[in-house]
């Protein structure tokens, strides 16, 4: 198995072949992602594309594979890369967990000043996404959320923060889900208030 690069003085071809070599004893996608890694580490951009590369192509039905590309991409700042991985990902593998997790620290850093390079990475990403794809990763995420009332309403109160049409859809059902679950607690009277002034607002 190989892959064939064409660009001209390039070290990837080499860099494909050991890879597809390797990973054939192995049979695992991990070698070649800790690869990658590695690579990164060292500031290798060119080197971890060509493993990820490799990846992706002998498993392209791997989350782990995937999910490493989005961060090669985000970690590179390759902002449109990622939003279309990210998207694609959305996808085929909504129900997983670490995506909910990417979703969580994308609202974090839109809804911070945070300066850090990750932060504003993340911020990049999540304006790069087109606003149906920001919708359905926050109902996603909300529904999976479970028996966890107040993340599920914070995400629920981003979806409405950023699209006021859902408020009417998802406004009352909030409130009565935090006055009955938690019903004393201080954050949760918050979240309470801010949902009962969107309705409010919706109504009027």
Known sequence: IFLE????????PAILYVACAKTAMNESSSWLIQRSKECLSLG????????????????????????????AQLKSG??????????????RFSTMKELCHDVQSML???????ADSM????RSLFEALDSDVQQQMLRSCADQCGNDVISQSQLTIQLM??????????GLKTVRSL?????????????????TLMVLCAWM
């Open 5 to 12: 690069c064409k660009e001209e003085n390039s070290t990837k």
């Open 44 to 71: 290798d951009n060119e080197g971890a594309d060509a493993w990820i590369i490799t990846a992706t192509s002998l498993y392209p039905d791997s989350f782990s594979v995937q999910h490493e590309v989005l961060y």
């Open 78 to 91: 390759q902002i449109s890369q990622a939003a279309h991985q990210l998207g694609g990902m959305f996808q």
């Open 108 to 114: 974090t850093a839109v809804s911070s000043e945070a």
């Open 119 to 122: 932060s504003e990475r993340w």
């Open 161 to 170: 923060k950023l699209f006021p049409d859902t408020v009417l859809e998802f």
């Open 179 to 195: 006055s009955q679950s938690l019903p004393h607690q201080p954050f949760c009277q918050k979240l309470l208030g801010w949902v």
